[in-house]
């Protein structure tokens, strides 16, 4: 089984600010690695997924996370935030042969102008 | 269709009343996952289907939840004497086996 911590539950930060999203996993078996972004009263929409390949993904948005496998971390980073970028982010993980997604608690992340 | 199209989009009901959720998912989508999603938590497993078949029902929490997709498309998530602690966000995706999941926008449930 698999498990995912957010090491924070709510960042607040200012409009053009770079923000990171810590995100650690537990896992015994290798893993595939996500974070999805949930609007206000939305779904949940993939900013980037980790399968294999390059550590560094490149996502949706302006986003991108790096794979560190040795830290067993997935943090999530974006260089300059919009006040749209407003909203829920939760980080999931699978094992490679089960598509079973276990999520994070999420964080809330707001910008201010 | 073009995404995953959850209805109701609402729904509250008495305590000990049955409610069906309905997922419709990607067209071609063989996968399709059932995820409940409590007030600041994140969404937990239910159910997976791969086709027809329920491969994985293990998130189920008791046997008052049953989940069905009688011809591997539709999908209806069925609640018997619903309880007060069933009140949540039931979110539905769907995937083509890839690792790439879609997810619908969820039906809220309130059981009053």
């Known amino acids: 089984a698999q498990s995912v911590t957010q090491l924070d539950s709510q960042v607040p930060v200012f409009e053009e600010a770079p923000v990171e999203l810590r995100c650690n996993y537990s896992s015994s078996v290798s893993v595939y690695l996500f974070w999805y972004v949930q609007y206000p009263n939305q779904g949940l929409q993939l900013l980037l997924k980790?399968?294999?390949?390059?550590?560094l993904v490149k996502g949706i948005n302006g986003f991108e996370a790096e794979f560190n496998k040795s830290q067993t971390s997935f943090h999530l980073r974006k260089p300059s935030v919009h006040i749209s970028d407003t909203a829920e982010y939760f980080c999931a993980v699978s094992g490679q042969d089960d598509y079973k997604l276990s999520f994070g608690a999420g964080t809330t992340v707001t910008v201010r102008a | 269709g073009a995404g995953v199209s959850q209805t109701p989009s609402n729904k509250v009901t008495e305590k000990g009343k049955y409610v069906e959720l309905r997922c419709d998912p990607i067209s071609g989508h063989t996968a399709l996952y059932w995820y409940r999603q409590s007030l600041g938590q994140g969404p937990e497993f239910l159910i997976y289907f791969q086709g027809t078949g329920a491969a994985d029902d293990s998130g189920l929490p008791n046997d008052r939840f049953f989940a069905v997709r009688p011809e591997g498309s539709v999908s209806t998530l069925k609640i018997q004497r619903t309880e007060r602690g069933d009140s949540a966000v039931y979110l539905c995706?769907?995937?083509?086996?890839?690792?790439?999941?879609?997810f619908g926008s969820g039906t809220r449930l309130t059981v009053v």
């Open positions: 980790y399968l294999s390949g390059s550590t």
């Open positions: 995706a769907s995937s083509l086996g890839d690792g790439g999941y879609t």
